[in-house]
T-cell receptor
Framework: AQTVTQSQPEMSVQEAETVTLSCTYD???????LFWYKQPPSRQMILVIR??????QNATENRFSVNFQKAAKSFSLKISDSQLGDAAMYFC??????????FGTGTSLTVIP | KAGVTQTPRYLIKTRGQQVTLSCSPI?????VSWYQQTPGQGLQFLFE???????NKGNFPGRFSGRQFSNSRSEMNVSTLELGDSALYLC????????????FGPGTRLTVT
């Protein structure tokens, strides 16, 4: 079975600075999707960014970008120019070839004004 | 367009009881997935329904069951509640089975005493 590991339960960043959240996964599949989801306090989980495993180019969405290392099975999220609204729980997720999602345990990000 | 709605938002039950949670997907979405979110485990996949049929199932005991109606609304039932079932139950909808883009509801917070 696939597993997703987020080794940083909590992270903090100064406003306007850059922070990187780590995620590793274990799989024997070659075709899959990876995601980062954001869950603000008491608000709904939303998709931040996704990466298709067959694409070598790292995905980017405005201030959010990923560093996808397929061989190392690593998928980190970089948030540039951090804003107060970025404070949330961030979940790394893997979608398998049979369409099952596996989530990490989350990283709680605090943004310091 | 209305988002994913879940009812009730909060629920308190005692051990041994059963509970039914409801999820209404975004209009037009035909696939509904259910997740259990706990602080230590992150999100764990329960099952996914599409066209009134369970298409995927996670590693949960048979006390957890679900169904989907012809209007794509879904219900999840947990029988013989245990203290460990206390969690936030999230549902997510997507256009079709296998669609990687899923939209989450606000969740139902279940407390078992």
């Amino acid at each position: 079975a696939q597993t997703v590991t987020q080794s940083q339960p909590e992270m903090s960043v100064q406003e306007a600075e850059t922070v990187t959240l780590s995620c590793t996964y274990d799989t024997s599949e070659s075709d899959y999707y990876l995601f980062w989801y954001k869950q603000p306090p008491s608000r709904q989980m939303i998709l931040v960014i996704r990466q298709e495993a067959y694409k070598q180019q790292n995905a980017t969405e405005n201030r959010f970008s990923v560093n996808f290392q397929k061989a190392a099975k690593s998928f980190s999220l970089k948030i540039s120019d951090s804003q107060l609204g970025d404070a949330a729980m961030y979940f790394c997720a893997y979608r398998s070839a049979i369409y099952q999602f596996y989530f990490g345990t989350g990283t709680s990000l605090t943004v310091i004004p | 367009k209305a988002g994913v709605t879940q009812t009730p938002r909060y629920l308190i039950k005692t051990r041994g009881q059963q509970v039914t949670l409801s999820c209404s997907p975004i209009s037009g979405h035909r696939s509904v997935s259910w997740y259990q979110q706990t602080p230590g485990q992150g999100l764990q996949f329960l099952f996914e329904y599409f066209s009134e049929t369970q298409r995927n199932k996670g590693n949960f005991p048979g006390r957890f069951s679900g169904r989907q109606f012809s209007n794509s609304r879904s219900e999840m039932n947990v029988s013989t509640l245990e203290l460990g079932d206390s969690a936030l139950y999230l549902c997510a909808s997507s256009w079709s089975f296998g669609d990687y883009e899923q939209y989450f509801g606000p969740g139902t917070r279940l407390t078992v005493t």
